[in-house]
């Protein structure tokens, strides 16, 4: 069965650091693009950052400097990692694998939806 699991939401304080994750039930992981995006209440889910099979990585400019999306193919794992929190942070993050986008378009509208998604974590950053 295809899945991705996020792990390591919670609530911090602006101005602290957590580091999620997402382990990947996909037989060929590598050959993903895998991404994160966001969903805060009452507002549309969101494009946060991406990563290519060859590790090129993407961001929306509200992240950029703070977090750093990385892979480790021989766990099957996608991480991103949340520096400088900010309350504006606070969402949903979702976990997603696509072998048809790439890294820079994986955020950009589509006709269809992206191959897999996970279940989802809460971050919350209180100010």
């Known amino acids: 069965q295809v899945q991705l699991v996020e792990s390591g939401g919670g609530l911090v304080q602006t101005g602290d650091s957590l580091r999620l994750s997402c382990a990947a039930s996909?037989?060929?992981?590598?050959?993903?693009?895998m991404g994160w995006f966001r969903q805060a209440p009452g507002k549309e889910r969101e494009f946060v950052a991406s990563?290519?099979?060859?590790?090129?990585?993407y961001y929306t400019d509200s992240v950029k400097g703070r977090f750093t999306i990385s892979r480790d193919n021989a766990k099957n794992t996608v991480y991103l990692q949340m520096n400088s929190l900010k309350p504006e942070d606070t969402a949903v993050y979702y976990c997603?694998?696509?072998?048809?986008?790439?890294?820079?378009?994986?955020?950009?509208?589509?006709?269809?939806?992206?191959?897999?998604w996970g279940q989802g974590t809460l971050v919350t950053v209180s100010s």
């Open positions: 997603t694998a696509d072998r048809f986008t790439t890294e820079r378009t994986m955020g950009a509208p589509r006709g269809r939806s992206l191959e897999v």
């Open positions: 990563i290519s099979m060859t590790r090129a990585t």
């Open positions: 996909l037989r060929t992981f590598s050959g993903y693009t």
